[in-house]
């Protein structure tokens, strides 16, 4: 499961995924929350609805060994600090693989801190919808995410 240093995601999250993985070569999420430390404030984005519609987001996302196997053990193209997924998923398609991915619900959540020196801010998003900051409460790390 790859999840990067600004994933926050609760147990229900692990518990859903990785249930939902097994017999999947490729398996993730479609969307997440995303919390902009600057302005306090959090979004929903519902996934990507461009070209990219219906991929699974990098945050999360399972690749099993046979994938990896395929990949020499390298899912992103070497030298790169950004543009990471879109890197994973131009070798993932490479292969015949079985994909698969789900919305968050049953409680399941999952959140990208974004603060000033992320490569990407909340602006780059263009399908997004803020929501009540109150939701980060499903995470034990509320306290400490909204003191950043």
Do not use: H
Not at 91 to 118: E, H, L, Q, Y
């Amino acid at each position: 499961m790859y999840l990067g240093s600004d994933d926050i995601v609760n147990n229900k999250f692990f518990e859903m995924v990785v249930s939902g993985a097994i017999g999947y070569d490729m398996y993730g999420v479609l969307d997440c929350y995303i919390y902009e430390v600057k302005s306090k404030t959090l979004a929903y984005w519902p996934g990507y609805n461009n070209q990219r519609k219906g991929e699974t987001l990098g945050m999360g996302r399972i690749l099993s060994r046979n994938l990896l196997e395929k990949l020499k053990w390298q899912p992103w193209i070497s030298q790169l600090d950004k543009g990471m997924d879109w890197s994973m998923m131009q070798k993932v398609k490479k292969f015949k693989i079985k994909s698969g991915g789900m919305f968050m619900r049953n409680g399941m959540f999952a959140v990208d801190i974004k603060t000033p020196v992320n490569i990407c801010s909340l602006g780059n998003y263009k399908n997004i919808k803020r929501v009540n900051v109150s939701l980060l409460k499903k995470l034990p790390e509320y306290e400490r995410i909204t003191r950043l």
